[in-house]
């Protein structure tokens, strides 16, 4: 304990740095790309940044709390991108059509995402969950404010919204593992968009 005492002591100028914190993730998120959850240590991730493995517990209290934050970082980055297009003057059936496509265009880049998706993961690594679930409610609440758009602007007609967005949620997720883990998504791009058109059609007033 008196080691350890001394090593964060050593370390003590990197406490509660912004900085620090960042580029743990930053080294994390690298090594967690390359080389997966399983197979990348706390310790790799210390000595890549040349620090005490105890500085990297002082701001993460396990591997897993370190890989939550490196999913989350990631997935904030793709929600950055989608609420652009809900805040925009976009009408409610472009911002549905550009939502669907960008969601699937950012997510195939979504690394750390794809291995959330594996079968095996969540049977061993049940921490990632609740980014997850985060993730799930932020896309409910896009798609909920894009048909209550069109309702009130009589774009969309739809009796059931809550519902809607059920089917949506599962149509995309349904889509994820073949697209991403099965690496088909440059393979079915365009027809992707054509199934969105597919939607809004559907969903479009016809007034």
């Not at 970082?73 to 059936?93: F, G, Q």
């Amino acid at each position: 304990y008196k080691i350890k005492a001394v090593i964060l002591q050593s370390d003590k100028y990197f406490m509660n740095n912004k900085d620090v914190r960042n580029s743990i993730i930053e080294s994390a998120t690298t090594f967690f790309s390359k080389f997966g959850f399983q197979k990348t240590t706390m310790d790799e991730i210390a000595k890549n940044l040349h620090k005490a493995k105890g500085v990297l517990y002082y701001y993460f209290k396990s591997k897993e709390e370190l890989y939550s934050e490196v999913l989350r970082k990631e997935l904030d980055e793709v929600r950055l991108e989608l609420s652009k297009i809900i805040d925009s003057d976009l009408c409610s059936l472009k911002k549905m059509e550009s939502y669907f496509l960008m969601r699937f265009k950012l997510l195939n880049k979504a690394t750390h995402y794809h291995e959330t998706l594996r079968a095996d993961f969540f049977e061993k690594y049940h921490f990632a969950q609740p980014v997850r679930d985060d993730f799930e409610s932020f896309d409910r609440d896009c798609i909920t404010l894009v048909l209550k758009q069109g309702i009130k602007e009589n774009d969309i007609s739809i009796n059931n919204v809550p519902a809607a967005v059920d089917l949506f949620i599962m149509v995309t997720k349904g889509l994820e593992v073949p697209l991403f883990l099965q690496k088909k998504y440059d393979e079915y791009e365009n027809t992707i968009i054509e199934l969105s058109t597919v939607i809004i059609n559907g969903l479009q007033n016809s007034k």
